[in-house]
């Protein structure tokens, strides 16, 4: 599943030779635990509501409710439980699963009236029949941050984070804000560095809870970090050679981490 495409329609129906993936009211997704894969074949008996979401050359990809019968080789799984699982396609798939899913059946209400919008349509927008706006969904982008000084990386554990790994500064991207400001904003808020030379490495749709990551990296004129005991537990400067445990891919920021220890000179 290297070639997959975003697509969406409520109208087209799966063919005999498509596959599903299936979300159930607990947010919980369909897994199959002899093959480890979130791809299904199409049931006899699917639900009443079906969304084309991927597109892979001639094979479509659809969204489903929960599934009245399962084989015993299947289970529904909690996110906290899927991340041993997934490879850069599952991950891919997920997200934009979840990410769908929630704005299907969670986002129901103008945020102008309070009225009841209408059921997605075909470019999965919704619609307010009393102030006649058009909605779309939304997405929270997010940074990354590498900050690298004297061939050492700094690294930190997240006060919301699973606190036995080390990873790179992140934080949300606000209102009005290019990803190069928030970059500078939040390296400064969380370790009171100033930095140079903030290069982009690229994205990952990312579903826990659902964001969209982009990673940098960057360059700081000092090693003397303050850090913010709001946000941050602990952060230190380590070379390649004493790496603490990071976090595993398929993540954007095992990526990164691996990425800026390279080109570390």
């Not at 030779?17 to 008996?45: G, W």
């Not at 094979?59 to 084989?71: G, P, Q, R, T």
């Not at 009393?130 to 061939?151: D, G, V, W």
């Not at 030379?197 to 809870?209: D, E, H, M, R």
Request: proline share 5%.
């Amino acid at each position: 599943m290297k070639n997959l495409t975003s697509s969406f329609s409520i109208s087209q129906k799966p063919k005999p030779d498509d596959l599903i993936v299936s979300i159930n009211s607990r947010k919980e997704i369909l897994f199959d635990k002899k093959t480890k894969n979130f791809f299904h074949k199409v049931p006899d008996q699917l639900p009443s509501q079906i969304f084309k979401i991927f597109e892979d050359n001639n094979l479509n990809i659809f969204l489903v409710e929960e599934l009245k019968e399962i084989s015993e080789e299947c289970e529904y799984l909690s996110k906290k439980f899927l991340y041993s699982h997934l490879d850069e396609n599952s991950l891919i798939l997920i997200s934009r699963a979840f990410q769908i899913y929630d704005w299907i059946y969670k986002q129901k209400f103008c945020s102008r009236t309070g009225n009841k919008l209408s059921e997605v349509r075909e470019d999965l927008s919704k619609f307010c029949d009393s102030c006649s706006r058009e909605y779309f969904p939304k997405m929270s982008p997010c940074i990354l941050a590498a900050i690298t000084h004297n061939k050492k990386i700094l690294l930190v554990k997240h006060n919301n984070e699973i606190r036995t790994l080390s990873t790179v500064i992140a934080g949300f991207v606000e209102l009005g804000e290019s990803l190069e400001d928030c970059v500078k904003r939040e390296v400064f808020e969380e370790v009171g560095l100033k930095i140079k030379n903030i290069k982009y490495l690229g994205s990952q749709s990312w579903p826990f809870p659902n964001q969209l990551m982009m990673a940098f990296s960057a360059e700081a004129l000092n090693d003397r970090f303050e850090i913010d005991n709001n946000e941050i537990l602990e952060a230190n400067w380590y070379s390649k050679e004493n790496l603490p445990q990071i976090p595993p891919e398929p993540s954007l920021s095992n990526t990164l981490i691996l990425n800026t220890l390279k080109t570390m000179t």
